[in-house]
């Protein structure tokens, strides 16, 4: 009999230069009825690991499984990439996180860059879902890292591509298509998800032109319920807890420094113990 946590599906969506991104399918029945978009998921992958948050990026409620897409970024996710189908998370819990806010807008944009791609997915369906006509702007560095086209294509009015290097799409940055956009035509809701600095910048951009903007942050997280407080952030000057306020906030009011300041806290000490971990082959 399957069991929650039981990893299905596992392969390689993107590999380029020694960077990964994987897509996993997991069986977890219960967060495949229940969750929505915009929210995410806890795991672990051993007893003595750390607990990382993934966007679930589709559910299938009917096969009981959710879809994750996950850069190899650090310990856990490369230990994460690792597991191969047939095998068990150590454990699993969702969904959390305050769903997309859902509204018929109009016109909305959606912004997904690099592995955000992901994560700007299911929003852009879910906004599209309800009547809105969605306009998706999708960035990467390169051709190669351009996941999800096929299926954003299906559910977006629009779709703008670009890549540092121009190897698809327009040269440049999602930001120069954003800037260009707002200035022919009117636009109700912008949200993005991706890089700090792209959000950042997607945020100024509209906050000139006055256009409501949400941005999903990837504030560090521990306990991911409210209660260790370390994945804080700043909004309008009062502190929000990513996991259970967000993790979506308008990004006009977000103090994006002290965010900045606060993901690299552990920086150091990280990458340290992930040289030493992968080096002895085992999270124990
Ligand atoms: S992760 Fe601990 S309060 Fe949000």
Same mark, same amino acid.
């Given at each position: ?102 509204? &018929? ?125 370390? &994945? ?10 990513? &996991? ?29 113990? &992930? ?10």
């Amino acid at each position: 009999m399957k069991k929650n946590g039981l990893i299905e599906e596992h392969a390689i969506l993107a590999e380029s230069q020694g960077v990964r991104i994987r897509r996993m399918v997991l069986y977890a029945p219960e967060i495949a009825t229940k969750a929505k978009a915009g929210q995410f998921i806890v795991l672990m992958v051993s007893e003595y690991g750390e607990r990382i948050p993934l966007t679930i990026v589709s559910r299938d409620a009917t096969k009981g499984t959710v879809t994750l897409i996950f850069q190899e970024a650090g310990l856990t996710t490369t230990f994460l990439g690792r597991l191969v189908a047939g095998d068990f998370l150590y454990a699993l819990a969702g969904p959390l996180g305050t769903p997309t806010e859902m509204a &018929c807008y109009g016109e909305v944009i959606i912004i997904g860059g690099g592995v955000g791609i992901a994560e700007a997915y299911p929003v852009a369906k879910a906004y599209k879902d309800i009547g809105n006509r969605v306009t998706a702007i999708v960035g990467a560095r390169t051709k190669d890292f351009l996941i999800l086209l096929d299926e954003l294509k299906a559910v977006a009015d629009e779709i703008h591509v670009t890549t540092d290097n121009g190897s698809f799409g327009r040269k440049g940055f999602v930001t120069d298509v954003l800037k260009e956009l707002i200035t022919k035509h009117k636009y109700n809701v912008v949200y993005a998800v991706g890089p700090l600095p792209m959000m950042k910048a997607v945020s100024n951009a509209t906050k000139a032109a006055n256009i409501k903007t949400l941005v999903s942050l990837n504030a560090l997280m521990v306990d991911a319920t409210g209660m260790c407080g370390s &994945c804080r952030v700043s909004v309008d000057g009062k502190t929000k807890f990513s &996991c259970i306020d967000g993790p979506e906030f308008p990004g006009h009011l977000v103090d994006w420094d002290e965010l900045d300041k606060r993901n690299k806290i552990y920086a150091s000490q990280e990458a340290h113990v &992930c040289k030493l971990k992968l080096a002895q082959g085992s999270l124990t």
